[in-house]
């Protein structure tokens, strides 16, 4: 079981699109560690591994809108709380229940859902008016 990034997510900002794609692979990373069973340590590495991206790339967004005065930030940072609420409703079920089979379909379907409604978007608003302003 994957998420998978796939061309018509992309942006059209490479930093942008880089940056997703390293996300994906990193909450790949998290359902193979769940999957595999691996040790409650190492899949603790993976998860805040998993969470410190998360956040440098929220950030990162978060920065350029900020700094070009992007009228839609408060809308793109709620959406970006939202899915922190539903990372950290993860890590509690993940330390609750562990590397269940219901805990993988629900990081699975929801991060998923999550990253294939915002990223064709929000993302892309968000590129076109970095784009408008050659950023
Ligand atoms: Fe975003």
């Given amino acids: 079981m994957a998420i998978q990034w796939t061309e018509d997510l992309s942006v059209g900002n490479t930093e942008i699109d880089n940056q997703h794609k390293e996300l994906f692979?990193?909450?790949?990373q998290f359902?193979?560690?769940m999957n595999q069973r691996r040790g409650k340590e190492e899949v603790g590495n993976v998860l805040k591994f998993l969470e410190s991206y998360v956040v440098e790339h929220f950030g990162m967004e978060e920065r350029y809108m900020i700094r070009l005065n992007y009228p839609e930030v408060s809308s793109h940072k709620e959406q970006h709380k939202i899915f922190?609420?539903?990372f950290r409703e993860i890590i509690k079920k993940?330390?609750?229940?562990?590397a269940t089979v219901d805990v993988?379909?629900?990081t699975q379907s929801r991060l998923g859902e999550w990253l294939r409604g915002h990223i064709p978007v929000i993302d892309k608003k968000l590129a076109s008016f970095l784009k408008a302003k050659n950023k």
Avoid: C, Q, W
């Fill in 84 to 86: 922190m609420d539903t």
């Fill in 31 to 33: 359902l193979d560690a």
């Fill in 25 to 28: 692979a990193r909450v790949n």
């Fill in 94 to 98: 993940y330390n609750e229940k562990g």
């Fill in 104 to 106: 993988v379909i629900f």
